[in-house]
């Protein structure tokens, strides 16, 4: 059975792209473009692992990320968090984010990453 990614950023093409990448690897994707619907998202789909774009319309994913951390529920589930802005590294793991990939991303490296995180979770 193949793990599960719930992918969120308000980019339709990074989505496009993120679900095709991760598909053709072997993963089930899900995705939203809408902060405030990753938690019915995460109760609907449960995700292994989720991608969480920090710079969302009206909504910090840094905040959502310390929400799913904070939450018995979701505490275990891996994020990596994703950025057009560089040097967040900090502030992202201060968040709970679990690691960081700054946009555009080597999608090798990308894969590498959840990969890793999806082990050390398993």
Same mark, same amino acid.
């Given at each position: 059975m193949s793990k599960k990614i719930l992918a969120v950023d308000d980019d339709p093409y990074i989505l496009?792209? +993120?679900v095709e990448l991760l598909q053709?690897?072997?993963y089930d994707?899900?995705?939203t473009p809408k902060g405030d619907e990753v938690f019915n998202k995460i109760d609907e789909y449960k995700p292994d @692992? @989720? +991608?969480l774009d920090i710079? +969302?319309?009206g909504m910090d994913g840094r905040d959502i990320c310390r929400q799913i951390k904070a939450d018995k529920?979701?505490?275990g589930i891996p994020v990596i968090m994703i950025s057009a802005t560089p040097n967040l590294t900090q502030s992202? +793991?201060?968040s709970g984010a679990n690691d960081f990939v700054s946009k555009?991303?080597?999608i090798f490296l990308l894969l590498d990453k959840i990969e890793q995180q999806l082990l050390k979770a398993s």
């Amino acid at each position: 059975m193949s793990k599960k990614i719930l992918a969120v950023d308000d980019d339709p093409y990074i989505l496009d792209a +993120l679900v095709e990448l991760l598909q053709y690897s072997g993963y089930d994707v899900n995705t939203t473009p809408k902060g405030d619907e990753v938690f019915n998202k995460i109760d609907e789909y449960k995700p292994d @692992i @989720i +991608l969480l774009d920090i710079m +969302l319309s009206g909504m910090d994913g840094r905040d959502i990320c310390r929400q799913i951390k904070a939450d018995k529920q979701t505490s275990g589930i891996p994020v990596i968090m994703i950025s057009a802005t560089p040097n967040l590294t900090q502030s992202v +793991l201060e968040s709970g984010a679990n690691d960081f990939v700054s946009k555009p991303f080597d999608i090798f490296l990308l894969l590498d990453k959840i990969e890793q995180q999806l082990l050390k979770a398993s």
